[in-house]
């Protein structure tokens, strides 16, 4: 594809993503899957140019003085090119190029490079202005620390899996293939690629030896602290990448029931389950009929509970920079009654002195320490139990915290935004 070529490709799939509540990973996958033409060097440009102004779209909608597509894409073009000679050639009108500019928008560009004014913390931050508030509660001074690391590309994560290899094997495995990785900060078992590169076609991957997963939902596996026989219900599983580490971390003894609201969402982890050599889950979508007798025969008897919620993916926007774009003030109180219904749901099944350990990607507080403080005003059979009093029995490095939760973030850790709370059931009395 010719240079212009990929900067239509751009605007076609900004435009793509702008009109959908699709995932953008899963439409940028789809554009290509009928594209056979555009070669992986195709593919890789014009997926970085997608995502960098995503990342960037508040920043590049204040310079551009819009957001459609193409105003967009030219924002982002005067940011890598010192004149508008080079850009005026990506516009040429050619077969598969963009339409010449036309004079409304070379007063634009030129306009673009000299924007107005000091742009406001939302404009700079690049996260929505309605979130301003909630985020600064969060955040505080360090607000400008903390989206600015959001805005940079996630690194990849590796979680060996134990229940098919170890972590001297893995490692000098990668090492003979020359793949540069590093321990990760918190979990010894968990690696970090030096260098991005798509690791599902590699053999480790193939044969169930690792998953991608990043350290920090590694880490919310982890303080589960399930044990080899234990009863755990992973309550909102998704594709399953918690209840795998859980599988791992228990030896396949005793049982993991992987629940999910959606069948779709589920339906990967089957294969995964093969891949990894998991015997110990069962996977039930919770729309079944038959799955709400199974929960009433699981009352008040599973050691651990993990509620990984359904939640506004905020400290994932690295991964997922479209998303801040769509949430909305009615989506995230959506989330947070969603939440609470969950907790109030899920308390039941825990066994007393089991754990209920409630997790989200979210850095807001509102869907955090808000939800757990309103669930144990209503439920006093529960109390929370600080991670750092757990810490030392999970890991050998330093805790990652010294409150009672866990908040995890890119600036301060290195990981996706993950929030943990550990809350205990109390013996009947």
């Not at 899996?161 to 003979?176: D, I, R, Y």
């Not at 030896?251 to 993991?256: A, D, S, V």
Request: aromatic share 6%; proline share 5%.
């Amino acid at each position: 594809m010719t240079p212009g070529a990929r900067i239509q490709a751009v605007i076609e799939l900004l435009d793509q993503i702008a009109d959908s509540t699709t995932p953008a990973d899963r439409l940028v996958g789809n554009y290509f899957r009928v594209r056979r033409y555009a070669g992986s060097k195709d593919r890789r440009t014009i997926s970085d140019m997608v995502y960098e102004i995503l990342r960037k779209k508040g920043e590049l909608t204040w310079q551009a003085g819009g957001g459609d597509s193409r105003m967009l894409a030219l924002a982002h073009l005067t940011q890598a090119h010192k004149n508008n000679d080079a850009i005026l050639k990506l516009f040429d009108g050619g077969k598969f190029t963009p339409s010449p500019l036309q004079t409304h928008e070379r007063l634009d560009l030129d306009r673009m490079r000299s924007p107005a004014g000091e742009p406001p913390p939302w404009i700079s931050g690049n996260y929505p202005e309605w979130l301003h508030m909630t985020l600064h509660r969060r955040f505080g001074k360090d607000l400008t620390l903390e989206m600015a690391a959001l805005q940079k590309r996630a690194p990849v994560d590796l979680r060996v899996n134990h229940l098919k290899s170890n972590l001297a094997e893995v490692t000098a495995t990668l090492a003979a293939d020359e793949i540069s990785v590093s321990s990760g900060r918190y979990i010894p078992t968990a690696l970090r690629l030096e260098d991005r590169r798509v690791m599902t076609t590699h053999s480790l991957y193939r044969e169930g030896a690792i998953e991608i997963q990043d350290e920090g939902s590694q880490l919310v596996a982890l303080l589960c602290t399930a044990k080899p026989g234990h009863q755990v219900i992973d309550y909102c599983a998704g594709a399953g990448g918690k209840s795998l580490a859980l599988a791992s971390a228990m030896e396949n003894k005793g049982q993991i029931l992987a629940f999910d609201i959606s069948p779709r969402r589920l339906r990967p982890l089957r294969d995964r389950l093969r891949r990894a050599g998991v015997r110990n889950i069962q996977v039930h979508a919770l729309g079944d009929p038959a799955v709400r007798s199974l929960l009433n025969e699981r009352a008040g008897k599973a050691d651990r509970v993990l509620l990984d919620v359904p939640c506004s993916g905020s400290g994932a926007w690295r991964r997922n920079p479209e998303s801040k774009w769509r949430l909305t003030a009615e989506k995230l109180d959506e989330f947070i009654r969603i939440q609470s219904e969950i907790l109030d749901q899920a308390a039941a099944l825990v066994a007393p002195s089991g754990m209920l350990i409630y997790a989200t990607c979210s850095i807001l507080t509102e869907e955090n320490e808000d939800r757990i403080r309103a669930f144990l005003v209503e439920h006093n059979d529960f109390e929370l139990l600080p991670v750092n009093e757990i810490w030392g029995n999970v890991s050998g490095s330093p805790c990652p915290t010294s409150e009672p939760y866990m908040q995890l973030t890119p600036a301060k850790n290195g990981t996706d935004g993950f929030f943990v709370a550990v809350l205990v059931r109390k013996e009947y009395s």
